[in-house]
């Protein structure tokens, strides 16, 4: 029969004429708690950082609770598993485990009666393991209990150690096992229930033996009432250190990790993560369910009952505060801007599935959801969320991914009956799936919380297939599609200005008007980020020949030669993919600079994948009525937004000002123009003193015209911007529909060339000089216009006569004017003017639309 070896006191030597002394225990704040995790002390240079950091710290009373070194635990595991599988491999690597003390204890202590009393400990240790393992060898399995004697050891031998590093600082201290003081009872969860009273007892008992300011507690083993060696199971010292804390009253408890503190989110999902500098006991609770590297709930409630606030600090990062857990605490305007610490973090837990039981004949019928659990129960599957409806119709539930055939076929047969009879229609199950939990403790008082956060899960096009919250409010829960985990997580933590409001953008068309926009992008990156907190990435940029792609963002300082010496071949296709599914970044732009008509055919398929769209390009919404309406109607219907101010009057505000006028109810009568900068500045010159042919000479050779001047002259790009006007409007014409007076004299529409053109251009100049003498002489100008008859329903562009006195004849340069006719402005017109074309101005259009873009998707504005 087994025989456990007899428990041994550690305690220093007491002289004679002190051994009648009793010494009884101080319990106070003049105790702080630190508990070092299994990496802490991973090594012997990290043993040596934690005793530098115990004999550092300037509490009058400390108790230290360690863990195992790194792995060691996970080994002691393996090593009664291989020995109950009788494989012999069992002895090979508790060699190597007392090789790795052997070598740690000698490059920590050296030498001297510390380093043989403690390897003298180690190799009796070893010894009765060997004798542990060679039994569960032969018996072929091993108890529960026999099984926490074993991995146990890890932190016998790891507090020993860290004991004699701290002595030989020159600071006196004891180490305590464990089992000696902490007495729990195993429950049926296979977890453990502290006994306080009986703890505490021991504890007194202990301490009158040995007296210490300095205790190194064994974390993780304890003993049962009938003193069998056990453990706290897993994590169980952190929940060693919370006992301890309550034991002694400590002032504070410190878990010390290799992370700074609780973060907000996941930093390895989401980068822009800030450490919490405060929590709730519940909040702690709820972020550890989901999954966040925080306290397990248990862990909490000892220090709970004495209000000791628990401190996660990171061991190798001595400048960081951490996160304080406490029952209250004080919001700071360092962490969060007030109006949004409601929520204090995002979590979530992937692999999961939903499972759906729906049926009418559910409703009203008692102890439908007892059987729907009890086969689950049955099973042993774990439920990790429950939502049910009110009408009681359904009950939907989520699983782990892998035991929801084993829930399906349970639920398939306990309501086969149901299912044959109707009563239930059907058991669904929806794989693939995850939780997304926001969780704060001021969620419970403040209105809105769940509004916004399914506002920003919808504006980054993310569907929510359940929901379930508690009444307490501590956390609202999501479930959705895994494969947008990591999107809505970025969503919903951006949202609430836990971080900058981050935006994915890809350009086409890096020309004049691309490139402009990349370099004032360059230009304002760094104050969007520090005065807006909006995070604008190039992911990608792509032109007619090449592309440059990047998962994190383009280095904007270099774009134009990376795109010239690292640039892959241009495929739309590749770069859809990868501005959709390359990163985590919830919001995304597409930024058509190009003047193609191709390009805006990928704007429907871009708008159903979420993508928002930001364009100067004309052609979609002057292009077919069908493919236009088609677009508004995906926008109304989604949360996909697209704007395309720049369409019309480059950088003003045109479409704008007449969507104000519209959404506030006024009424349309006329817009009426100088739409086009090149013929604005053409008949700004055209006074008499040059001949018409001259004056476009010189637009051309000044950059105003396009290539061919006949691009401008023809008055196509003014009927395009009618038509995007009376469409705003709501008038559904085509561009067949304008009445377009084409300034390209008709014989010369057929040149082959631009230079044939120009050449001949002269031979027409007395023709359009005696419309200017007929103006003049009725103290006129001749300005280009563009004009949409709301009331007539029509559109035109043409020649038109103004007097010298109207608004149209004061421009000067290439500006533009705009002239609304409205029912609140009918006798005296609305007007817009400034500069309506050049690479600057546009592109600053188009910067300034997907600026309103970020405040659309939460961006402060």
């Known amino acids: 029969m087994m025989c456990w070896p007899r428990p041994i006191h550690h305690c220093h030597l007491i002289a004679p004429e002190e051994s009648k002394t009793v010494h009884s225990l101080p319990q106070g704040e003049s105790w702080s708690v630190h508990k070092f995790g299994g990496t802490c002390v991973g090594t012997c240079e990290r043993i040596q950082n934690v005793a530098d950091i115990v004999v550092s710290d300037p509490s009058q009373r400390k108790v230290v609770v360690v863990s195992a070194m790194s792995k060691v635990t996970d080994v002691l595991y393996h090593l009664v598993e291989a020995a109950g599988s009788r494989k012999e491999s069992y002895i090979e690597s508790l060699n190597l485990l007392l090789q790795k003390h052997k070598e740690t204890a000698r490059a920590l202590l050296v030498e001297g009666a510390d380093l043989e009393k403690f390897l003298a400990k180690l190799e009796d240790d070893i010894r009765n393991l060997q004798a542990m393992l060679r039994a569960i060898y032969i018996a072929g399995h091993a108890t529960e209990s026999f099984t926490d004697f074993v991995v146990g050891h890890g932190e016998l031998w790891s507090a020993q150690m860290l004991c004699a590093a701290v002595n030989k600082r020159g600071l006196s201290a004891a180490w305590m096992d ?9 429950t049926s969860t296979n ?41 706290l199971k897993r994590d169980g010292s952190d929940f060693s250190a919370a006992i301890m804390g309550s034991l002694f009253r400590a002032a504070n408890v410190t878990i010390w990790t290799d992370v700074d503190g609780v973060y907000s989110a996941d930093p390895r999902k989401v980068s822009e993560a800030v450490v919490l500098s405060t929590l709730s006991y519940q909040e702690a609770w709820e972020m550890s369910y989901f999954g966040a590297n925080v306290l397990h709930p248990r862990t909490t409630l000892p220090v709970m009952k004495y209000n000791i606030p628990i401190t996660i600090r990171n061991v190798f990062n001595l400048s960081a505060s951490g996160t304080k857990i406490c029952r ?68 939907c539930f989520a699983v782990p991914e892998k035991e929801v055939k084993a829930v399906s076929k349970a639920l398939e047969k306990k309501f086969k009956r149901a299912l044959d009879a109707g009563r239930l229609s059907k058991i669904e199950i929806v794989p693939n799936c995850s939780i997304l939990a926001a969780v704060g403790q001021k969620m419970a008082s403040t209105p809105g919380v769940s509004a916004t956060l399914f506002d920003a899960l919808a504006k980054a096009n993310i569907n929510v297939r359940a929901i379930a919250q508690g009444c307490s409010e501590y956390n609202i829960t999501v479930v959705v599609n895994q494969d947008n985990s990591a999107k809505a997580l970025k969503a919903a933590h951006s949202r609430f200005y836990l971080s900058r409001t981050p935006l994915a953008v890809g350009i086409v068309g890096p020309g004049l008007i691309g490139g402009t926009l990349l370099d004032q992008l360059k230009d304002q990156a760094a104050p969007l980020k520090e005065d807006f907190n909006i995070d604008l990435r190039v992911l990608g940029v792509i032109g007619s020949k ?19 010496e690292e640039g892959e071949e241009a495929d739309l296709e ?24 191709d390009i805006p055919d990928w704007y429907y398929p871009w708008m159903r994948k979420g993508m928002h769209i930001v364009t100067p390009n004309k052609k979609a919404n002057s292009g077919s009525l069908d493919k236009y309406l088609r677009l508004k109607e995906l926008q109304r219907k989604s949360y996909t937004h697209y704007f395309y101010e720049g369409t019309v009057g480059a950088g003003l505000p045109i479409l704008s000002t007449l969507q104000g006028l519209l959404e506030t109810g006024d009424k349309i009568h006329t817009v009426e123009g100088i739409f086009s900068g090149t013929l604005s500045y053409i008949f700004n010159n055209f006074h008499g003193q040059k001949t018409f042919s001259e004056i476009v000479k010189e637009a051309k050779a000044a950059g105003y015209t396009e290539p061919d001047p006949r691009d401008d002259l023809s008055g196509m790009d003014v009927a395009r911007k ?64 563009g004009v949409v008859d709301v009331l007539a329903s029509q559109g035109r562009v043409e020649l038109r006569r103004y007097p010298k006195s109207h608004a149209f004849a004061q421009l000067s340069g290439s500006d533009n004017i705009i002239a609304f006719t409205t029912a609140r402005y009918k006798k005296q017109p609305l007007i817009v003017r400034g500069p309506g074309a050049g690479a600057e101005v546009t592109a600053a259009g188009v910067f300034s639309d997907i600026l309103r873009l970020a405040s659309y998707l939460g961006a402060p504005s």
């Open 178 to 186: 464990a089992r000696e003081v902490l007495v729990v009872t195993p």
């Open 191 to 231: 977890q453990v229930d502290p006994d306080f009273a009986s703890s505490e007892t021991r504890l007194f008992d202990w301490y009158a033996r040995n007296p210490a300011d300095t205790i190194i507690v064994t974390g993780f083993i304890a003993n049962t009432p009938d003193n069998v060696p056990t453990t």
């Open 328 to 395: 209250t605490y004080e919001s700071t305007d360092d962490e969060f801007r007030a109006a949004n610490s409601v929520v204090k973090g995002f979590a979530t837990v992937d692999n999961l599935a939903l499972v759906n039981v729906e049926g009418t004949g559910m409703a009203g019928v008692p102890g439908t959801a007892s059987t729907i659990f009890e086969a689950v129960k049955e099973v042993g599957a774990n439920v990790v969320m429950i939502s049910q409806g009110s009408s009681e119709h359904s009950v």
């Open 546 to 564: 090449k592309m440059a792609l990047s998962h994190s963002g383009l280095n904007l300082s270099n774009w134009r030669s990376t795109l010239k």
């Open 574 to 597: 590749k770069f859809t993919a990868h501005l959709c599914c390359s990163h985590p970044i919830p919001n995304i732009v597409v930024v058509d600079c190009t003047a193609s008509s």
């Open 722 to 785: 009618v038509i995007i006007l009376a469409r705003e409007c709501g008038l559904k014409l085509e561009l067949d529909d304008i009445c377009l007076e084409n300034l390209v004299p008709e014989p010369l529409r057929g040149c082959e060339n631009v230079d044939e053109f120009m050449d001949k251009l002269p031979e027409y100049d007395q023709a359009i000089a005696a419309r200017r003498e007929q103006a003049e002489e009725s103290d006129e100008v001749l300005c280009y216009v």
